[in-house]
Structures are given as C-alpha cells and as structure tokens.
C-alpha cells in the first residue's frame, strides 16, 4: 500500500488480523533468537538483586527502641530481631519485648540466648530472675540469676536486690 492510496473501512480488519499473524511469527522467533545469542555469548539471563539493606544494627535496635516507646511493639520485634543478627544485646531488647506482650515463653527463650552470647549481661540475668517471680516457678533458679546479676553489675544492684527480695518472699509464702 502507498502513502496516497486511501483505504476502505471494510479493509481494516483483514489489515488487522494480518498484521496479528506477523506479530505472532515474528515476537516468538526474535525471543527465540535472543536466547541463543545469550547462550552463544556467554551471557546470562537477568539477575535477581537484592539491595543492601541501608540500615545498621545498632540503626535497627535505636529504631525498634522508638517503635517500642510509641507502643509498636511487634514494630519493634521486628527492627530487634534485625538488629540481632550482628548484635547479641538486641536479644535482651527482644526478652523485653516479648515480655511486653506477656509472651513469656518467647521472653524467657531470648533472655537465655543473651546469656549465652553474653554471660556477663546482669540485666539479662536480672530479667530472666523477674520473668521466673512473674510466672511464679523455678524460684531457687530464679534467686540465682538475681545474686548472679548483683554479681556481675554492682552499680544496679539497687535494682536487682528488688528483684531478689520479691522471689525471696514469694519463696517463702508458697
């Protein structure tokens, strides 16, 4: 067809399906070809990237620490368990939280864990103690955690000595 030729209505959809039948020879053997020319140069298909995430750990714990003063407190599960990958403290961070949401369990497996990686966190010993009062079982080991703790940090031991005492008394009316 040329640029003056004008064209009837009744033309269009064989024009149309014409130009469908093109399409459907030709997409299919260019994809084809494409792969080939990949293949033949070494070349791969298109890569998945991941980015780095932008945020550092200690960026997550600081970030979990505002979701959880703000009261979002899975927010603030989320960005410490980040955070926990490269840092042991987040751990206690998440004991905290999950005790928070009187997820006992889950607090007492994450203050254990802080106490493996970092045996010398009297917070965490203290925590653990507090949680054991809270449920009110395994007192005697939770009167060890809390001398433990006084131990390991005498500038707290205002606080971890509460602590104590509370288990000591509860100890004694059960």
């Known amino acids: 067809m040329g640029e003056d030729e004008v064209l009837d209505t009744m033309d269009y959809p064989l024009i149309i399906s014409e130009r469908i039948m093109l399409k459907k020879r030709i997409f299919p053997a260019l994809s084809l070809s494409l792969f080939f020319l990949m293949l033949l140069n070494g070349c791969s298909l298109p ?7 932008p945020l550092t750990p200690e960026e997550h714990l600081n970030l979990g620490v505002a979701y959880e003063k703000k009261g979002l407190i899975d927010s603030a599960i989320k960005e410490y ?6 840092l042991p ?17 889950q607090a007492e497996t994450f203050y254990k864990k802080m106490i493996r990686k970092d045996p010398t966190n009297g917070d965490a010993h203290n925590n653990l103690a507090w949680l054991y009062y809270m449920k009110q079982e395994k007192l ?24 104590l005492e509370k288990i000591r008394e ?4 059960q």
């Open 47 to 53: 890569k998945v990237v991941i980015p780095k995430d």
């Open 81 to 86: 368990k980040y955070a926990a990958k490269k």
């Open 89 to 105: 403290i987040a751990n206690l961070y998440l004991g905290n939280a999950y005790f928070l949401k009187n997820e006992l369990n």
């Open 140 to 163: 005697d080991v939770a009167e060890e955690y809390a001398l433990r703790a006084i131990e390991l940090n005498p500038l707290k031991t205002n606080i971890y000595r509460d602590t």
């Open 170 to 173: 509860l100890r004694k009316s």
